[in-house]
């Protein structure tokens, strides 16, 4: 699955996102999943804001050897699932190419649906996302110009969320259509959810410890 990570500068949130799954995919053996990042305003040419590099390293994950990109359609159109860092972005997505709508999700968003409904796979989350109430924004504020504990505070917010997701709609995959005797997915890796089988470890990814 190749997965897109959407913020507006491309320098902060997105990557953080890119290089957490990027390690994730790494660390499981999941030779499927990769990721990219952009920005719908992005500083071309940038690399990694200091301190959201300081915050990658603390989730145990790699910030060299970025160059911040402008979000293109070719970019959403090869994505099999775009994420992106606020509801307003996601909207400009879904306008610009209403094609990718039944893909485009807030980071939040996907894992709340997921977590609420049990769904999967992409299509179930958003096929169940209009049954759910939504309770407030779901957006991941940019902590550009903020203090060193607000970028851990991003970073841990965005690994306690897409990690879960991720491992999730990865074992949905490999698993295929593998459902217990009442129909239901027998992995269940969400917080909250009811587990059904052994959850692939995670504990080597330094989810919150910041250097």
């Known amino acids: 699955m190749h997965v897109l990570f ?24 999941i030779d499927d999943l990769t990721a990219e990042s952009a920005g719908t305003r ?15 390293t603390g989730l145990g994950a790699e910030a060299g050897n970025f160059s ?17 860092m606020t509801e307003q972005i996601r909207d400009h997505i879904v306008e610009s190419d209403p094609a990718a709508s039944g893909r485009t999700f807030t980071l939040l968003e996907a894992y709340r649906v997921a977590k609420v409904s049990g769904a999967r796979t992409v299509a ?4 169940a996302r209009n049954d759910l109430a939504l309770v407030g924004r779901e957006n991941i504020a940019d902590p550009v110009g903020l203090s060193s504990e607000k970028y851990c505070a991003v970073g841990d ?7 879960p997701l991720l491992l999730a709609l990865h074992t949905r995959r490999q698993a295929g259509s593998a459902t217990d005797t009442r129909g239901r997915p027998r992995l269940v890796l969400l917080p909250g959810g009811r587990v059904e089988a052994p959850q692939p470890p995670v504990e080597h990814l330094r989810i919150g410890r910041h250097a």
């Open 68 to 84: 911040a990109r402008k979000l293109k359609p070719e970019m959403i159109a090869r994505a099999e699932l775009i994420l992106t």
């Open 42 to 56: 992005a500083l071309v040419g940038f690399g990694v804001e200091p301190l959201a590099a300081q915050t990658i």
């Open 6 to 29: 959407v913020c507006t500068g491309n320098v902060c949130r997105s990557v953080i996102a890119e290089r957490l799954t990027r390690a994730m995919a790494a660390e499981h053996g």
């Open 157 to 163: 917010r965005i690994a306690e969320t897409l990690v």
């Open 124 to 127: 179930a989350i958003d096929s």
